[in-house]
T-cell receptor
């Protein structure tokens, strides 16, 4: 089946630093979403981005579907950005299914 | 607009029992999906319901089942509970589901199930 891999698995940043998180997927996908899971377990939808680039404040994301990867950029990181970032892909095969990546655990230090 | 509501938030059961979890989607959303999150397996898709019909099912045993009502609310049932069923169960809703353009999933806060 499709593989969804995220890198790096863990990341520690000083507040104010920038970072890039990557999501690689092994097959064609219908759609892709980025989520942030905060320390309380809540999953927050960040971007719905099957292709192209989107920006929302300090966050932006780019998906290059033809090359099967997506990037999430976090600029001027804050302690509230800490948590786990997941990408999830909706696969193209006959039935609808969402596959989550392994996640990137981010800790932002004050 | 109220978000996705899952009840209960926490639940403790013993092996062999059964459990029913509830999910109320965002008003107007017709697609409800269920996910299991464990430290070992990560986030895994259980099943998706749309207009009271199960549209897709992940790779879980038959002990895991669900249903959706006419108001789009959904329930998930797990029978003959095992220790390995301890997990955070997340529900997500979207307007239509697949093939309908920009329809992101919105998640509830989850039900944390512990099996003793």
């Amino acid at each position: 089946g499709i593989q969804v891999e995220q890198s790096p698995p863990d990341l520690i940043l000083q507040e104010g630093a920038n970072s890039t998180l990557r999501c690689n997927f092994s097959d064609s996908v219908n759609n892709l979403q980025w989520f942030h899971q905060n320390p309380w377990g809540q999953l927050i939808n960040l971007f719905y981005i099957p292709s192209g680039t989107k920006q929302n404040g300090r966050l932006s994301a780019t998906t290059v579907a033809t090359e099967r990867y997506s990037l999430l950029y976090i600029s001027s990181s804050q302690t509230t950005d800490s948590g786990v970032y997941f990408c999830a892909v909706e696969i193209v095969t006959g039935t609808y299914k969402y596959i989550f990546g392994t996640g990137t655990r981010l800790k932002v230090l004050a | 607009k109220a978000g996705v509501t899952q009840t209960p938030r926490y639940l403790i059961k013993t092996r062999g029992q059964q459990v029913t979890l509830s999910c109320s989607p965002i008003s107007g959303h017709r697609s409800v999906s269920w996910y299991q999150q464990t430290p070992g397996q990560g986030l895994q898709f259980l099943f998706e319901y749309f207009s009271e019909t199960q549209r897709n099912k992940g790779n879980f045993p038959g002990r895991f089942s669900g249903r959706q009502f006419s108001n789009s609310r959904s329930e998930m049932n797990v029978s003959t509970l095992e220790l390995g069923d301890s997990a955070l169960y997340l529900c997500a809703s979207s307007l239509y589901g697949r093939d309908m353009g920009d329809q992101p999933q919105h998640f509830g806060d989850g039900t944390r199930l512990s099996i003793l």
